[in-house]
């Protein structure tokens, strides 16, 4: 009983388990859009979903534009061919991940290239469901929201390849540029000390390397990788998404500011008991207290 004599009503109880929740949406959404989910543990579906987020192709139309080294290549007609489809597909907006890494439905799946220099690789048979069979033949490509950057098309011993960077470089300057190193001047192209095939071998081991082109040292673009052969930045991008939820599962703790939200935004009295639970809506988290149906957070991620 307060000062003027009426009773306090006691605070509502909280149930709040984000970490559940997002483990669980996670699980879900992963395996409905058919990946092949080799673990439940919480930490592994974030970075395995930030990884997806960023190496899958947004379906939207976009400008296509060859590199002069591709536009010079004289292709063999089945191949011309072949890439006439790819650019079709891309400037129509349709669906390119089929004939992306035929691991690229295994969740757990780091392409190497892809963490490091931040470019596709398609393979260039046409698509047969959801994959593309396996070709000799591989077309790079740098991707953006507005841009489909074709860089070459080589084999797939071109993994690790100094020339895809160098195209890149002498092409497209302006992808690359905030990732130079002019404070570094130890390292020229003539003592470059990586082959291409030393390249490929330290990604595989979860090394990232710098490369010089053109005289001008450059730091991965595609953020490189960690010693646990994952994306830096999935692993970094992962790590923050948990932090945030860890926070924001302290902050439910507050009954008496959660009570008096709810009250605001219902404009009636708070039930004894509220349970709130996180949502994935696609690149947003959400917050929702569902006996009164209040949303508390809405998030982009």
């Given amino acids: 009983m307060n000062a ?32 092949n989910v080799p673990g439940t543990e919480l930490r592994d579906l974030v970075r395995w979903w930030c990884n997806i987020r960023r190496r899958r192709i947004q379906r939207r139309p976009r400008r ?4 002069r080294e591709l536009q010079g290549r004289a292709l063999n007609p089945e191949v011309a061919r072949a890439l006439r489809r790819i650019e079709k597909v891309v400037v129509e907006g349709r669906n390119l991940n089929p004939h992306l890494s035929r691991r690229r439905l295994d969740a757990d799946f780091s392409d190497a290239l ?18 593309a069979p396996g070709t000799s033949e591989l077309l790079f490509a740098f991707v953006t929201d507005d841009t489909f950057h074709a860089v070459d098309i080589l084999d797939h011993k071109a993994f690790g390849a100094r020339s895809l960077a160098l195209i890149l470089k002498r092409n497209w300057p302006h992808l690359i540029e905030a990732h130079a190193c002019p404070q570094i001047h130890s390292l020229c192209d003539e003592q ?15 090394i990232t390397t710098f490369i010089s082109l053109d005289g001008v040292v450059y730091a991965p673009w595609g953020g490189g ?52 639970r996180l949502q994935v809506r696609g690149d947003r988290l959400r917050v929702v207290e569902i006996v009164t149906g209040t949303q508390l957070i809405d998030a982009l991620i």
């Fill in 64 to 67: 296509l534009v060859r590199s």
């Fill in 192 to 206: 470059e000390p990586w082959t291409d095939e030393d390249r490929a071998s330290a990604w595989a081991h979860g």
């Fill in 114 to 131: 892809f963490d490091m220099w931040s470019m596709h690789h398609l393979h260039l048979g046409p698509p047969g469901g959801r994959e």
């Fill in 225 to 276: 990788r960690t010693t646990a052969k994952t994306g830096a930045r999935d692993t970094g991008s992962a790590d923050v998404l948990l932090d945030i939820i860890a926070r924001w599962q302290r902050q439910s703790r507050d009954t008496a500011s959660l009570a008096q939200w709810v009250s605001r935004q219902t404009k009636r009295s708070v039930p004894p008991e509220l349970r709130l």
């Fill in 4 to 35: 003027y004599g009426t009773m306090k009503r006691p605070a509502p109880t909280v149930t709040a388990d984000f970490a559940e929740d997002l483990r669980s949406e996670l699980l879900m959404r992963l395996r409905s859009e058919g990946y």
